[in-house]
């Protein structure tokens, strides 16, 4: 994602305002649930397990693999993981969150990625990168993710 379209995403949170009487949002929190959501989805990605894989999906999420169309709604996303893991096998994966933007009931994180991908009958290759999710608090007062982008820094070839 391009840094512009980022500081806009994030200007636009901040200028939201919270709905009346709602508690001012507390980053930290917001900030410790996304990570513990994020160590869940990757023990279940390194499994090759779809329903712990979207679990953090809000069910109206999209998200926006490289090189394949977005996946509207969780239904889409499970075939987006199942399609995945039916090609190949992840594995060392790990993420680090930069930041969390909180804001009202959204939060904007962005971090880093670096996992093993393992195609079926190929040779493992090492890919990083970076993301950006934008997640929704629930009225239980958990979060989902409602957008999901990432991007590998391995330029592709022509």
Sequence with gaps: MRPALYVVLAATLACAAPAKDAP?????????????????????IMKGDVQGAVAPYADDAIVFNPGAPMSKGKAATSGMFEGMFKAMAISDAALRTEDVIVSGDLAV?????????TPKGAKAM???????????K????????IRDILNSDIAPKM
């Design 24 to 44: 001012a949002p507390d980053p930290a929190a917001a900030r410790k649930a996304i990570e513990a959501s994020n160590t869940a989805q990757l023990a279940a």
């Design 109 to 117: 994180e962005h971090g880093t990625f670096k996992w093993t991908l």
């Design 126 to 136: 090492v890919d990083s990168g970076k993301y950006v999710v934008v997640w929704r």
């Design 138 to 145: 629930q009225a239980d007062g958990g979060w989902k993710i």
